[in-house]
């Protein structure tokens, strides 16, 4: 089978090679032309194909197996010792499916709402896509890094060509934290070349490292991490991208390029630095609650839906590296499993909802071309399918079990009172919170008398419209309900982890 | 008996997914007769099961239906546990239900939004199925939440109505204060058993109750205590219980078939049901039940004096149920369960009924609600004068009716639970129940005189066309007086005394009011309404039912200078003890605060202006005097090389 022993490679060129080719072919800014039709049809077409081949690789995926599968090894930089080394786990499996789902959604929805440079655009999509999973599927430090720098450079144009009218400034912040952060990254690989003689991901997880180096280590990956998940205080360049990006970028953005922190923290920073993790647990632990705490408030207030989601989505991923650096805090095994395992859903669910909130906010941009809650009111009358899938949304977003966005919330949750009443405490108000801010503004923007004549005028969903989100909707149903697949993917893989990383180093 | 219990719950979901997504397609009356199928059928086969428990000697099931997930030994299901308990709620709830699917066709007969309607009812008749079929905390979780979302659509359902659409967020997101604590005590449940199966964490409930657990370091306090305490302040949210009680009266803004299924029946009982089922560990801790009785004896009398001021038909009957729900609460705590259920039970049929009463004045008068803009309605709607007559005797415990026998024996159990010693715990519950027999009265006769009797205070063309509500609405009023007038009478003796609910409540040795006292002087039915006539009970609401005679309609000057003589107190009592104010102004506009300082002063002052961009100007101002020796002169760069080679050769030479 060359076929499946290519899988990954397959899955992160084809849409690379795929998208080159579509700048390759060139533009035409007339949406209505021939050549444009065409352009979205093979963009689609390769995001599709992209999402087909995950699925064979969801198929051959062995649950019970540990250890890396679809392992591709081939010499790369022979004199450095550096290989183009690929494989998946439990961990980065779900992310990769989750890359692969979302891609296509995106292609969908951005079919005729982009009208400068569309090819342009969907290769953008395209090779980010490529990058990304790349990113999830490396395991050479190089080749992860270099996925890791490259990805910014779609995310980049993306926001700078195709976004609103503060998006000099808004792709400025977001290149320079995130790159700023990721150079300490690269430091951190070459001193652990230095101490392996290779950039070998496991050769960095067996390597022994002391305390302080693993201290220094921890602080390297936690700024590149850090500033992606987005942690306090290094978010406040997410609400700004997120505002001045397009529909998908913003989409995109939301649902995976944040979830690159928290899989940095479980794939580099928990394996590698297990020691170092212990000793800075405390503090991000605190720096976990203050994101969900603090983060919530603050999006209470929020008079942007966009900037509002954004800071929604920081609260939520407070979850998930709550989830990951209560590990210590238990005598036995079982509260780090559910905990990781928890913050491993709650990437995931994210994914989907603060995907499918960003593009309920770009159905109602595309109509009305405000992101302001306070140009909206009434929409409901209007907009009664829209209304329904964004309430539902919006329910998934508050954590009601049921919906996918309740399964990792209830996890972390239970696994944190284990840890300690007061990390329970603190998370949970999530539960209170977090139906404040989203709620608060599908009242004002949905519910109501018409606000206005623009509300009015309001068109419900065309079909490309409600098939996007029906799709997110059914899948946050069925993760909601049915959790078992995703876990029983991740399961094996983590319970591995928690052994590893209990290992110390010292 | 799997079958049927997957096709009880399902036939509700199934019907409300159809009339939900479909309704626009098939239609109205395809839309309201898909629903009726769907709770008739789950109703009738409640009815089987609890035939089978009853008659049939059927012992309880637990049954797994399908594995959610498993984390490294914690088991996650769902699946159903019918005892007698379940069994019981489970005909409440779909005979209830099935009565206001019926009424809804008369009720919402002009609404544009008639098939949602009908979907959001069934799915709460699945929600609430789901909650009390469950055998493990999560799924009671989530029928526990998926009622309170139907409850949030339900109660905004005309949703252009700023009054509604404000009080179902509030709804909602008071609930979730109580749903924090809620989930705390399933997270602790898990903590300490490593299960979240009914039947392992109470088989483990002993052990719960023996380790301690440092909240504040330096004060351990009992687990089972913590747990309990957390898990009840969920039951405050869902039922309604002070200080979580402001969502209730003002979720009358909903249509009034939801007020009587959901607010008044069924769902805001839900914590009264949750307690009782988790009596094996409610009964662990004293200190749990004691906090319970409490809030609940608060609840029962304060709330019942506010539905004396009350001027909104469904406002009162709400403040109403708050006060019944104290009562419920307080046989809790007193450890009478099967009195709380009981109680329940029979609070469900007539106060469904006082509802669905008060909702066909409301439709015969255009939608009016203000009871000083009605009266003199008896001689117009004799139905539904009759039927509210039965529901407000029973709710006041008019001897023989349902609701007498269910409140007299709860406030007998209340008096009679010494068990603890908490003196001023016992004495401040039995006073509050007792006195609140007469608040009641007063409020519900109150109502009653100024709606039915009295003079006619309504329009000339409202009254042209005042006339009774047609069948659709009448025949569920009467179907609902029944078991409000007679259900006391046979099932008090079984429910309360002939052990009914067997094992499906646990109470310890010691804490059984009912098997320990009452039963002793127990003979039958006739026995306790013979002796009724001689108990403080009846002569309180016989006098709260003279009294608001007298002042509602005998003298109504009375009422009117009272409250200008008294302002002080009339207006506490109009303000609701400002506990509005409190979570409005308090909670809500403190919450925005914290939100408004956090976002300008943290995030934007401090973050961005000094940390991010202060860093990048920073960094322009150094480039800035950088850019100063760039000049692009020669002479300036070699300067600065001689200087450079200068100081080099210095240190070279003389510092080595």
Same mark, same amino acid.
């Given at each position: ?19 080159a080719?579509l ?5 035409d800014?007339?949406v209505a ?9 093979a ?17 051959g ?6 250890g890396m ?8 930089i ?46 953008a ?7 990304m999973i ?11 890094y ?9 995310m ?11 998006r ?23 001193y652990?070349y ?5 950039f ?11 305390l302080?180096?693993?201290?220094w280590i ?18 406040t ?8 990006a ?20 479980v ?5 590698i ?5 212990e ?12 994101a ?5 408030f ?12 954004a ?7 407070g ?9 210590w805090?238990?005598?036995?095994t ?6 990781i ?16 909130m ?6 109602l ?6 992101r ?5 009111g ?29 399964v ?7 696994a ?14 999530i ?10 503004m599908?009242?004002r923007?949905l519910?109501?008398?018409?606000a ?14 409600f098939?996007?989100?029906a799709?997110?909707a059914i ?9 078992a ?9 983590i ?12 | 008996?799997?079958?049927?219990y997957?096709?009880?719950v ?8 159809v ?9 109205r ?7 009726i199928?769907?709770v ?13 428990m ?5 012992g309880s ?8 997930a498993?984390?490294d ?11 007698r ?10 005979f ?17 939004g008639?098939?949602r ?5 069934s ?7 789901m909650?009390v ?10 029928g ?6 139907v409850?949030?659509?339900?109660i905004?359902?005309?949703l ?43 088989s483990?409930?002993d ?37 979580l009680?402001?969502?209730l ?11 009587a ?6 769902m ?15 009964e ?12 609940g004896s ?12 009350q001027n909104?038909i469904?406002?009162?009957?709400a ?7 104290g ?42 609600q203000?009871?000083?803009?009605m ?7 004799p ?6 007559? *039965?529901?407000? !005797? %029973?709710l006041? /415990? ?5 609701g007498?026998?269910? =409140?007299?024996?709860l &406030? ?5 639970s010494?068990?603890?010693?908490q003196g ?10 007792l ?6 009265a007063?409020?519900?006769f ?8 009295g003079k006619?205070?309504?329009d000339a ?12 609405v ?22 309360l ?35 009724a006539?001689?108990?403080p *009970?009846?002569? !309180? %609401?016989?006098? /709260? ?8 309609? =005998?003298?109504p000057? &009375? ?7 008294f ?29 408004q ?10 973050i ?5 961009n ?5 960094v ?18 070699a300067?600065?090389m001689?200087i450079?080679?200068?100081a ?8 080595r």
């Amino acid at each position: 089978m060359e076929f499946l022993q290519h899988l990954l490679s397959i899955l992160i060129w084809l849409p690379i090679v795929g998208g080159a080719l579509l700048i390759a072919i060139g533009d035409d800014n007339d949406v209505a032309s021939r050549r444009a039709g065409l352009m979205r049809t093979a963009a689609l077409a390769v995001s599709v194909a992209t999402f087909l081949v995950s699925v064979v690789l969801y198929v051959g995926f062995d649950n019970a197996a540990t250890g890396m599968q679809f392992v591709e090894k081939n010499a790369w930089i022979s004199s450095l010792n550096v290989f183009y080394y690929l494989g998946v786990d439990g961990i980065s499996a779900p992310l990769i499916l989750l890359t692969t789902f979302i891609t296509p959604l995106v292609v969908i929805t951005s079919w005729n709402t982009i009208k400068n440079r569309p090819a342009q655009y969907f290769a953008a999509f395209l090779i980010l896509e490529g990058l990304m999973i790349g990113v999830f599927a490396a395991l050479d430090a190089l080749l992860f890094y270099v996925f890791w720098e490259a990805m910014l450079i779609p995310m980049f144009l993306i926001i700078g060509v195709w976004g609103g009218k503060r998006r000099i400034y808004a792709t400025l912040k977001f290149f320079l934290y995130t790159f700023l952060g990721s150079v300490l990254l690269l430091v951190a690989f070459i001193y652990l070349y230095a101490q392996t003689g290779s950039f070998d991901l496991f050769g960095f997880m067996d390597a022994p490292l002391t305390l302080a180096a693993q201290k220094w280590i921890f602080i390297a990956f936690l700024l590149a991490f850090a500033v992606k998940v987005p942690m306090w205080p290094v978010h406040t360049w997410l609400p700004d991208a997120h505002v001045e990006a397009p529909t998908g970028g913003s989409v995109i953005l939301a649902a995976i390029m944040l979830k690159m922190g928290g899989y940095g923290f479980v794939r580099l920073s928990l394996p590698i630095v297990p020691d170092g993790s212990e000793y800075f647990a405390g503090m991000m632990i605190a720096l976990s609650l203050i994101a969900v705490v603090y983060i919530s408030f603050v999006a209470l207030m929020q008079k942007d839906m966009k900037k509002l989601i954004a800071y929604s989505s920081i609260a939520h991923m407070g979850f998930v590296t709550l989830g990951l650096f209560i590990l210590w805090s238990f005598d036995g095994t079982s509260g780090a499993v559910l905990g990781i395992t928890g913050g491993m859903v709650q990437m995931v669910s994210h994914g989907l909802i603060s995907g499918a909130m960003f593009l309920c906010v770009g159905v109602l941009y595309d109509r009305v071309h405000s992101r302001e809650i306070a140009a909206y009111g009434g929409v409901a009358n209007t907009m009664p399918i829209f209304a329904a899938f964004m309430v539902l949304f919006s329910m998934a977003n508050s954590g009601l079990p049921g919906t996918s966005g309740f399964v990792g919330e209830f996890m972390v949750i239970v696994a944190s009172f284990k840890a300690n009443f007061w990390y329970a405490f603190f998370v949970a108000t999530i539960l209170i919170l977090g139906a404040a801010y989203t709620l608060w503004m599908v009242k004002r923007v949905l519910y109501g008398e018409v606000a206005n004549d623009k509300v009015a005028a309001m068109k419900d969903l065309n079909s490309r419209e409600f098939m996007v989100l029906a799709i997110l909707a059914i899948s946050v149903l069925i993760l909601g309900l049915w959790p078992a697949p995703l876990i029983d993917l991740m399961s094996v893989t983590i319970e591995q982890l928690v052994e590893q990383v209990g290992r110390t180093k010292l | 008996m799997y079958s049927y219990y997957l096709t009880i719950v399902l036939a509700p979901l199934a019907a409300a997914i159809v009339a939900g997504l479909a309704g626009k397609q098939i239609g109205r009356a395809a839309s309201h007769w898909v629903t009726i199928a769907g709770v008739g059928i789950s109703c009738i086969l409640s009815l089987v099961v609890l035939k089978n428990m009853f008659w049939g000697g059927a012992g309880s099931e637990n049954i797994s239906v399908y594995t959610w997930a498993v984390i490294d030994g914690l088991h996650m299901e769902v699946g159903f546990l019918v005892d007698r308990l379940t069994a019981l709620m489970m005909c409440v709830v779909t005979f209830v239900s099935l009565m206001v699917h019926i009424y809804t066709i008369g009720y919402m007969r002009e609404d544009p939004g008639y098939q949602r309607f009908f979907s959001y009812i069934s799915l709460f008749t699945f929600a609430m199925l789901m909650l009390v079929m469950s055998n493990n905390f999560l799924q009671l979780f989530f029928g526990w939440e998926a009622v309170g979302l139907v409850s949030y659509l339900l109660i905004g359902f005309w949703l252009k109505k700023e009054t509604a659409i404000f009080a179902n967020l509030k709804a909602f997101l008071v609930n979730r204060v109580g749903d924090f604590g809620f989930i705390l005590g399933i997270a602790g449940v898990v903590m300490f058993t490593g299960s979240l199966d009914y039947a392992t964490v109470f088989s483990s409930a002993d052990s719960i109750a023996a380790q301690n657990i440092e909240v504040f370091p330096g004060a351990p306090w009992n687990a089972m205590t913590l747990i309990c305490i957390l898990l009840f302040i969920g039951a405050m949210g869902k039922s309604a219980q002070a200080p979580l009680h402001v969502w209730l009266p003002d979720s009358m803004e909903g249509p009034t078939p939801i007020s009587a299924l959901i607010h008044a029946a069924t769902m805001v009982t839900a914590g009264i049901f949750m307690v009782a089922r988790m009596s094996p560990l409610f009964e662990l801790s004293t200190t749990a039940l004691a906090v319970v009785i409490v809030i609940g004896s608060i609840t029962a009398f304060f709330m019942g004096l506010l539905g004396i001021v009350q001027n909104d038909i469904k406002r009162v009957i709400a403040y109403s149920t708050l006060s019944q729900l104290g009562y419920m609460t307080v046989a809790l705590g007193a450890s009478a369960y099967s009195a709380a259920i009981f109680h329940l039970m029979t609070h469900a049929f007539f106060k469904a009924l006082l509802f669905l009463a008060a909702g066909s004045v409301i439709i015969a008068l255009h939608h009016e609600q203000d009871i000083r803009k009605m009266g003199g309605i008896r001689k117009y709607m004799p139905i539904t004068y009759w039927t509210s007559l *039965v529901g407000s !005797l %029973a709710l006041i /415990g008019f001897p023989g009716s349902s609701g007498f026998f269910s =409140k007299d024996l709860l &406030i007998e159990a209340v008096k009679d639970s010494h068990w603890q010693g908490q003196g001023a715990v016992y004495w401040i519950a039995y006073l509050s129940v007792l006195l609140g027999v007469f608040v009641t009265a007063l409020y519900s006769f109150r109502m009653f005189f100024l709606v039915f009797h009295g003079k006619e205070r309504m329009d000339a063309e409202t009254k042209t066309h005042l006339h009774e509500t047609p069948a659709v609405v009448t025949v569920p009023l009467i179907l609902l007086a029944i078991p409000s007038a007679i259900i006391g009478w046979f099932t008090v003796g079984p429910v309360l005394f002939g052990d009914y609910f067997g094992d499906s409540v646990f109470v310890v040795a010691g804490h059984d009011v009912i098997g320990e006292h009452l039963a002793a002087t127990w003979h039958g039915s006739l026995g306790l309404l013979t002796h009724a006539l001689m108990t403080p *009970v009846f002569w !309180l %609401a016989a006098s /709260g039912v003279f009294v608001a005679w007298f002042l509602y309609l =005998k003298r109504p000057d &009375i009422p009117e200078t009272m409250k200008t003589k008294f302002s002080g107190i009339y207006n506490l009592l109009d303000r609701k003890y400002y506990f509005d104010d409190l979570w409005i102004k308090g909670f809500a506009a403190g919450g925005r605060g914290i939100g408004q300082f956090l976002w300008q002063k943290g995030d934007e002052l401090l973050i961005d202006g000094l940390m991010v961009n202060g860093t990048a100007k920073a960094v322009g101002r150094m480039a800035g005097v950088m850019r100063q020796i760039q000049t692009g002169y020669l002479y300036t760069y070699a300067f600065a090389m001689i200087i450079g080679l200068t100081a080099l050769l210095s240190w070279l030479i003389w510092l080595r």
